[in-house]
């Protein structure tokens, strides 16, 4: 048995919080939300988001309760952690493979409205069955490879062979076509980023044109991400955003470049590790306790939040070195710093906790209920 230990309680300041715990400015979170839903709405788009982001149960209902249709995960057990704490929407967007996981899934289908990828004609074979046997309707998005060169059929005859064969399928209602491309999200320029984009529109074009041609309609085209939503939006092709991100961002996402050459800023950074001074005993080199466990650096290091002159350099299990010598203000023993991360994702999946924070004093402490949900 694992023991969790929240670093936090409601009322305090974060001056008190133990460390490193994971930090949600709620006041910026709040604006990221509207913001993208704003956005969905103006733009007449189904908006999904993708709880591999949050794992947070809270959160996946605030973004339903702003209009959200439901919310995409990547396992059946990180779908299972969020369903049975009332989530009554989510699509795994993925493909399910394997008996085990077919049957929780189909189980899973009694108290939700559960959809699922396909780019397999066998998996669709495996799908039917469990939902015979349980007696309930899955709902089936065939997954098209649009560029990121990971799951999904090459062709539109293969996309239109496989959605055949699911309407004909029981137990499974065929519903679209899952196109998310996920190596577009951090190229660097704005122009090459929407280009893959355009590239990816025209597949998702030519294969509801062959879909249409077998009688076969897609009431869904789901993809988008934080880094590219705005060019699926403006394509006229996709019907619903998978967008994650946005309700964190992440020091990664800040490199991407604007129209103009900016730095990508639409949404604010409002998840941070909080983390404290543990060593300064040489000069211009302060350690810091948040390292590899407390912090994900798969995307580069993290960034120190409002002490630019403070650079983070180096990462070992437990411990996070700092560079100091160039820093405007004396850092000193005991000091609460506040990191970016790297890569909001795979960070929140070192926490069990957030430590949601109002003008610095913590206002919520929320669960992160499918946090190592890897089945």
């Known amino acids: 048995m694992t023991l969790s230990y929240a670093p936090a309680r409601v009322g305090m300041t974060l001056a008190d919080v133990d460390t490193p715990a994971l930090?949600?400015?709620?006041?910026?979170?709040?604006?990221?939300?509207?913001?993208?839903?704003?956005?969905?709405?103006?733009?007449?788009?189904?908006?999904?988001?993708?709880?591999?982001?949050?794992?947070?149960?809270?959160?996946?209902?605030?973004?339903?309760?702003?209009?959200?249709?439901?919310?995409?995960?990547?396992?059946?057990?990180?779908?299972?952690?969020?369903?049975?704490?009332?989530v009554n929407d989510v699509f795994v967007s993925n493909e399910v493979i394997g008996a085990p996981k077919l049957e929780r899934l189909a189980a899973m289908a009694k108290l939700a409205r559960v959809s699922v990828c396909v780019d397999d004609a066998d998996n669709v074979d495996d799908l039917s069955r469990v939902a015979d046997r349980y007696g309930v309707a899955l709902d089936v998005l065939v997954e098209i490879d649009v560029g990121a060169g990971r799951c999904g059929v090459a062709t539109a005859e293969q996309a239109a062979k496989l959605a055949r064969q699911v309407t004909a399928a029981t137990g499974l209602r065929f519903q679209g076509l899952q196109a998310y491309q996920g190596a577009a999200q951090h190229i660097r320029a704005h122009d090459a980023r929407r280009a893959a984009i355009e590239q990816a529109a025209t597949q998702v074009v030519n294969t509801r044109r062959r879909l249409e041609d077998e009688g076969l309609d897609c009431e869904i085209i789901s993809g988008a991400g934080t880094g590219t939503f705005a060019f699926e939006a403006q394509s006229g092709v996709y019907t619903e955003l998978q967008c994650g991100s946005y309700i964190f961002m992440d020091a990664d996402y800040g490199r991407n470049r604007t129209e103009t050459g900016g730095y990508f800023h639409d949404f604010e950074n409002s998840l941070f590790v909080l983390t404290t001074v543990m060593s300064n005993s040489r000069p211009g080199v302060a350690v810091v306790d948040a390292g590899l466990k407390a912090v994900s650096v798969d995307s580069g290091l993290p960034l120190v939040h409002g002490m630019e002159s403070v650079a983070y350099v180096g990462v070992s299990d437990e411990h996070g070195q700092l560079d100091t010598t160039r820093a405007d203000e004396r850092v000193r023993l005991g000091d609460k710093l506040k990191l970016i991360p790297g890569h909001c994702d795979p960070t929140v999946n070192l926490y069990d906790w957030y430590v949601g924070y109002r003008r610095d004093r913590v206002e919520s402490v929320w669960p992160i209920v499918a946090r190592g949900a890897l089945l």
Do not use: W
């Not at 604006?31 to 103006?42: C, I």
């Open 23 to 86: 930090l949600i400015d709620l006041d910026a979170y709040e604006r990221n939300l509207n913001k993208m839903q704003s956005f969905a709405d103006g733009a007449g788009l189904q908006l999904r988001p993708h709880a591999k982001t949050h794992k947070c149960a809270v959160i996946a209902g605030q973004q339903m309760a702003l209009g959200a249709v439901g919310v995409c995960c990547q396992k059946v057990s990180e779908a299972e952690a969020l369903v049975y704490a009332g």
